[in-house]
């Protein structure tokens, strides 16, 4: 339900049926049970400096395209 507000949601409950109702309420609760940034591990200091990292060389122009084919025959050595 992205982009939606709850005043929108809220309009429609009474056009909800019970397992719509259960879905959004499932939805609801995952959204508010995700670990913050702060949590995640994705946002650990080393990642966030890997990932400076890499658009520094992505914008220095240090980067290495390969096809498809050419990436399965380095795999297959």
Known sequence: ???????????????FS???????????????SRPSASQDPFYSE???LAIDKSLKELEEGKVIVKTME????????
Do not use: H, Y
Not at 18 to 32: D, G, P, R, W
């Open 18 to 32: 019970e397992q719509q109702l259960k879905s959004i309420a499932n939805t609801v609760s995952q959204l508010l």
């Open 46 to 48: 080393s990642n966030m």
């Open 1 to 15: 339900m992205t982009g939606v507000t709850f005043a929108q949601v809220e309009a429609q409950l009474p056009f």
């Open 70 to 77: 050419q990436l399965e025959a380095m795999a297959n050595g």
